[in-house]
Each structure stands twice: as structure tokens, then as C-alpha cells.
């Protein structure tokens, strides 16, 4: 072998190693950032779907965060109203008791004055303006709020978004007690007295009918919590497959990239000892023809 054809194969070793070395940083680079997808060049279709698949999951998060507080909106709102219709049912056992003849006028005032204190706490529960509810002033902070919202209100009502899509979405029908057998507990006269007392004829019905509004207002409330919770199931099962199908086209194959690591490492090993010896063969020449 003469000495062109030894720098020829010398040559051929070097940039045998180089594209050797290249495939091994770029299999070291995926392992420890975890991206099969280094440059937009090495796969400009997967980069196509992954942006599309990425933007998908996002939404899909966005909508799951919307149906989470939607569902608390509801069970903030069934809370209160079942608090709500064990004072009414305390209002009702009052009104009945207050029907025996045999009381005497002592107490009878201290039924009336548990009634009104009741009525008072469901009046700043539910809220609302004179025009509704009586008074002489409006009941503009009421307790029966959720993150700034009345939940009692004839706004009270939501539009919750429920998928990735902007048509997907489910109305909440507004919780309104302001009006009604319920707003007739928590009336008030223009000087702030309540309409009904405890020894009314009519109390034993009005608490009733109260219980009744109460009662489907809670149904209402359930069959939408419900819903709400198939949904929640149905997006979180979603934004699963959507990060299986980002993770097939974007991660790494830890596997076949270790394999291909050690591969790589073995080739540069070997290519080195291989250029090491191409090296030393000219010498060896020289020093022959020294001799």
C-alpha cells in the first residue's frame, strides 16, 4: 500500500468518525432533553401534528378548569341552599307550633322573635333590592355569593364552556329565591318589618311552598352537577390520549436511544484506534526506508 492510498483510507476513518461523532451527539441530545424532535427538520410532519396536538391539550386544560369551577359554582350554591331549607323547615315547626291555642303571649313573642331572626338570616343569605325583596334598604352583599357572582339572584345563571370548541357549553338556569314562595318569607314593608309573622294563617303554606321552591331549585342543581362530572371524566380521559399522541410523536425512545448510544460509542472507539493506526503507517515507511 502506497502512501496516498494510506492517506486516502486515513481520510475515509476521519470523516467515517465525524458522521459518527454528529449521530452520537444528536442521540445524547434527544436522551437528555427528551425530544425525539431536535430541529423542525427531523421530522416536519410530526412538527406539523405536535403543534396541532399541543394547542388541542391546552384547550382541553382551559375547558377542564372552566367545568371544575363551574361545579363548584353548583356546590356552592346546593350548600347554601340546603342550610337554607333547614331554616325554613325550623320556620314551618314554628308557624305550626304557634297555631296552639293553649300559648300564652310570652310564648308566643319569643316564637315570633326565633322567627324573625331566622328570617333575617335567610334575607341577607339570598340578598337582593327593595324592589324584590322589600325594605328600606338594598341587601347588595349578600352571604349567598361565590367568587364575586349573587347565587341567588335572577342573574345567577352561568355559561360554562365544556369542551375544546366554543359552541360546546352548558347554560346554568339562574337560582332566583327573590321571587316566589321563598321571597314571601324574607319580604319586608317600606318600614323594614317582615309581612309574615309566625301566627299568620298563612305561614304554615308560605314555609311550605318555600321548602317546595328549595327542593327544585336543588334538583335543578343536581342534574347539572351531573352533567358536569361526565364531562370533567370525559375531558380528563381526553387530555390522557391527547398526551399519549403528543408523547408518540415529540419523546424520545429512551430504549432505542440508549441502544443507539452504546452503538455509536463502540464505533468511535473503534474508528479512533483504527485512525491511531493509520497514522502510525507512514512512519513505519519512513522509518524502512531510513534503514
Do not use: C, W
Not at 359552541?167 to 318600614?191: H, K, M, Y
Not at 317546595?212 to 370525559?234: C, F, K, P, Y
Amino acid at each position: 500500500m502506497n502512501a496516498t492510498s494510506v492517506s486516502t483510507a486515513a481520510l475515509n476513518m476521519v470523516r467515517g468518525l465525524d458522521r459518527n461523532q454528529e449521530l452520537l451527539g444528536r442521540s445524547l441530545s434527544r436522551l437528555s432533553s427528551g425530544n425525539r424532535i431536535l430541529n423542525p427538520s427531523d421530522d416536519p410532519t410530526g412538527v406539523g401534528h405536535a403543534a396541532k396536538l399541543e394547542s388541542q391539550s391546552r384547550r382541553n386544560q382551559a375547558a377542564s378548569i372552566n367545568v371544575q369551577n363551574a361545579i363548584s359554582h353548583v356546590q356552592a350554591s346546593d350548600g347554601m341552599l340546603a342550610t337554607m331549607a333547614g331554616a325554613v323547615s325550623r320556620l314551618s315547626e314554628l308557624a305550626t307550633r304557634a297555631l296552639d291555642p293553649n300559648l300564652n303571649t310570652e310564648e308566643r313573642d319569643l316564637y315570633q322573635q326565633e322567627f324573625s331572626i331566622l328570617q333575617q338570616q335567610l334575607r341577607d343569605t339570598v340578598g337582593g333590592s327593595t324592589a324584590e325583596i322589600g325594605g328600606t334598604n338594598d341587601v347588595t352583599d349578600p352571604i349567598g355569593r361565590f367568587n364575586g357572582r349573587d347565587l341567588f339572584g335572577a342573574n345567577s345563571g352561568l355559561q360554562v364552556n365544556l369542551g375544546i370548541f366554543a359552541e360546546q357549553t352548558l347554560t346554568l338556569t339562574p337560582t332566583n329565591l327573590r321571587n316566589g314562595a321563598f321571597a314571601s318569607l324574607i319580604a319586608q314593608d317600606a318600614s323594614g318589618a317582615f309581612l309574615l309573622s309566625v301566627d299568620d294563617a298563612s305561614a304554615v303554606t308560605a314555609t311550605s311552598n318555600a321548602l317546595e321552591q328549595i327542593g327544585d331549585q336543588r334538583a335543578t342543581l343536581g342534574a347539572a352537577q351531573s352533567r358536569l362530572g361526565l364531562v370533567a371524566q370525559a375531558l380528563t380521559v381526553e387530555s390522557e390520549n391527547l398526551g399519549s399522541a403528543l408523547s408518540r410523536i415529540s419523546d424520545a425512545d429512551v430504549a432505542l436511544e440508549s441502544t443507539q448510544l452504546t452503538r455509536y460509542n463502540l464505533i468511535a472507539e473503534s474508528s479512533n484506534s483504527m485512525v491511531a493506526q493509520a497514522n502510525q503507517s507512514p512512519a513505519s515507511v519512513i522509518r524502512l526506508l531510513q534503514s
